[in-house]
């Protein structure tokens, strides 16, 4: 039996069908959770090998229900990131025409990239809220409501027809996935890596924060994702969920982690993992002074001094 | 006709009783709002004076529909807060005994606050989410549901009893609000201030953001928050909502909000207000250097200076 | 009778050839002074309009006995420098020949310049230290040495011919004077302009001096020296003495004067004058951020906020 | 026969005086030059095992010829170094008493520490400069001058009467010397020490000096001196002589060498060597965060986080 791979489910949503641009999911079990919380739980249980979650898109950011569960509890690594360009079809029991659509359904994170089309062409439909886009399709199945936007990869499954396609209001509307399994040694550098840490500050003083981002920017080292979380020790405490360019291994970032663990009250590494949005040949070199060798040299001639021989 | 507040509805909400603490809203006709939207927007028509909304709390962080309103549309300011403790009571229908509750019901966000008193008392009761805490109180009040989790607050408005009250898994479990207007003269400083800005980096670079930070590290300046939201423009493209010490009329403040604005792409003030955690007596003060006397005693250094005369 | 400028002396040394090259130079009463703390003296009891010093020289950086004098006592303030590049003639009387040259003189500076051509040409001639290169060339003239370094105008001065010319071991060897008077308003910014300061730090601390530059730094301000002095309160105590980029009429030089003058114990402002060195066209525009113009309008921008009209 | 010390002549000098307080100079052969640079150059050929020459005083700061002398040429190290007050004595033939002073001597640098004393006890006495203050000393023994002011212990050497001791303008005046020796393995680290280095500029840009000192900076490293030196390359252009607390086995200053030898466009290590102005149990804890075991622990951290084992 492979092994499995747990999901954000019902079947038939974005992160199903973004966890299937994975050579490796051909060959896993993958199984639909009904919450961040349990796929992730999943893993942490060894019920699963690894759960594919949404962590960030371009309308709501960081999603913190996912943040919040890698803040917290035992430890998970990122093993690698999914980028899937969100559009909607409007889905439909086979025969409906536009004419005919007087309800509406989706999740409701669906209503912002949807809302333009609608006015222009639904105006009068009513929208009816769904646990999912994949819910709203099945009770379109059922005859509950008349259309669902959802990816149009779900029409098959629950025996719909696409009338429209390549809905969104927003260009560029974005989700990330990332597949988060038990810690162990993380993928090899592929020259276009990101890495990912959560860091509690130590105390809380003008500066602290500043002196943080220090460790990365002195190493050139640019941030992808800044995104504050709750520590639960009352408002207005906060750790940062930090996703940054390049790989633990790279010297500049080793250093830097070295740097944040040291002033820090606490760093949780959740992992280096090759970027989906570029490839090796797309990453400017590092500023001068930051390569692996300009750090190996600089190691290797702080020792001769060491020694007295240089 | 008093003037109006808007407010997140419905009656009875946490909101409400956040409102009903400031001393103007007794003389102000309070008007309940559908969504944090709707109500910010019924200031900028002018339809209401102000409007009171959620902005942060210990378990969520910033709240993004307050924060991606403020940041984006007609500027509007934010002229006070409101710190509310949450603890939830058990609501009921007079008569009703613990023994007797199959369902309760409450907003989403109530579930991680009652979790384990639920556990503790109510292991079997199942559990119905509400579109807010008032809602539930009013559908327990209709008989659709046994029990409901509401502020204490909420009981008289919809006939209910309180069965158990201070329910609240985590201490310090804290909701800030704030009262927003259209822009206008801040309040005047009181000593126990905070500024609240929207910063767009001019481009993306190593320390960037530190460089951001910079501004209010190197004049001494703490920040209470720093929430990254998507700019609209694709994934990874953020601005900051920042609530820095200090009132814009402090000469560290305003230097500090000119620095930024001359190094970011946009700065948008959200408005100096008086803290609702501390009063001026508990506020250190400023460090060596970033007092008004010392930015007058420079200023007036510098002018005498360019004159000659020393 | 025209007002005087006191001059390092004597006559027909580099500093006078460095002082006439001033127009106004012409128009003034240029007397020699023993000392640099002579002529600076002449300055400040009202004997002198102005005194013209050495301050730097490619050979051995900032000239500390000038430093020392402007760092202390009576504040004096810097009104233009002068650049002159040093090369130096060997002086002989009439009718010398260079194989008659067995001694020869000039002051401890030239040795450095003139130790090459000296060993390829007079390899066996006695070097003789003089007060200063016009004394070594009196001092041939008088017939107690054979020749003297000193620069070619000196010759006709003292009765002198000029038995070689261009002579400098040092590519590029230039000392830099200054033209220093009492307190009044700076010349007009020229675009190619040099503010000089001296600070003394509050305290000591890891970071401290880091923080000072920092004020320059975040403003986009180059700086093109910085000497440390002893401030007199014992062996590793200093003061530092700092040439920027720009004139205390810059905006953004004035803000860093300002930040300087909050962080410092003590700021003392030696003059904003032309650059010797380049020409406003040569200047290149100041960093993104850091104009007149965008202090300006950061600087309203404020203004608006802090009135609530934006 | 023993290995020899080349010191800055001639007998008699403070520098002989300072060396003395080295416990191995016992065991040395001391042996006097007539320069800083001929003392060096006796240690680069191997004539002398080490040199003892002055560093920096509390009048003129760094001693530029010292430094010009570390900062080019064939690599030296620094191993120890040495405080001394500086206090002079009024020598004379034996006999002599105040009334019969016609003429002092000294070195010039002297001057401004017994001026305040000549004023008040010998206002007619004429001064004349000696090359140096044993030189002084040798010239009144030979009936040159009437008294010299020189070190206490000089008396002896030439046969002269201490008239006076303790003669001192400035309070804290002090010398620091150095020994110096060929590159080798530093003494080890006593807990109070100190690092010298050479920096070079990689380019000239608004921040660059600032962000070199931040590499001490941000690993809590204080800095002693900052002495900047022309290069050779033309006015304004200056390399750094920096003495920073701690020892290049502490894994601080280890690291931030490494970060100054990848931005820097050269670093000359001058050594690591006990202080002389405190001892261990004076120096303060490094701040937190950059202690060895903080470093060491950090480090391990990130070895495990490289492999997943956390």
């Known amino acids: 039996m492979p092994a499995s791979y747990a999901y954000l489910g019902p079947e038939g949503t974005f992160t199903e069908a973004a966890l299937r641009t994975l050579p490796e999911a051909a060959t896993r079990n993958l199984v639909p959770y009904v919450s961040v919380q349990s796929a992730l739980d999943a893993v942490r249980v060894g019920e699963a090998e690894a759960a594919f979650v949404p962590i960030e898109n371009s309308v709501e950011g960081g999603i913190t229900t996912t943040l919040d569960e890698l803040v917290a509890g035992t430890p998970l ?170 790989h633990i291994s790279d010297r500049r970032v080793a250093e830097a982690l070295m740097g944040l663990k040291r002033i820090c009250l606490e760093v949780r590494f959740l992992g280096s993992y090759p970027r989906a949005d570029v490839t090796a040949k797309d990453v400017s070199a590092p500023r001068p002074g930051t390569s692996d060798e300009e750090f190996v040299a600089a190691s290797e001639w702080v020792a001769r001094c060491q020694d007295g021989r240089f």
């Open 77 to 246: 690594m990122i093993y690698r990131e999914v980028l899937l360009s969100i559009t909607f079809a409007l889905l439909v029991r086979p025969g409906t025409k536009l004419a005919d659509i007087k309800t509406v359904s989706a999740h409701p994170a669906a209503q912002p990239q949807v809302r333009n089309w609608l006015k222009a062409n639904l105006p009068d439909a009513h929208w009816e809220s769904a646990a999912s886009n994949a819910d709203a399709a099945r009770l379109v199945q059922e005859g509950q409501y008349d259309a669902a936007f959802a990816g149009e990869f779900a029409a098959a499954l629950y025996g719909l027809e696409v009338l429209e396609s390549g809905i969104h209001d927003a260009e560029n509307a974005q989700t990330r996935f990332v597949l988060v399994g038990r810690p162990a040694r993380p993928a090899a550098p592929t020259g276009a890596d990101k890495t990912s840490v959560v860091l509690w500050q130590r105390d809380d003083h003008p500066g602290g924060l500043r002196d943080l981002l220090g460790e990365f920017a002195t190493r050139g080292i640019n941030l992808m994702l800044l995104q504050s979380r709750p520590t639960g020790a009352g408002i207005g405490n906060y750790c940062f969920c930090i996703d940054a360019e390049g």
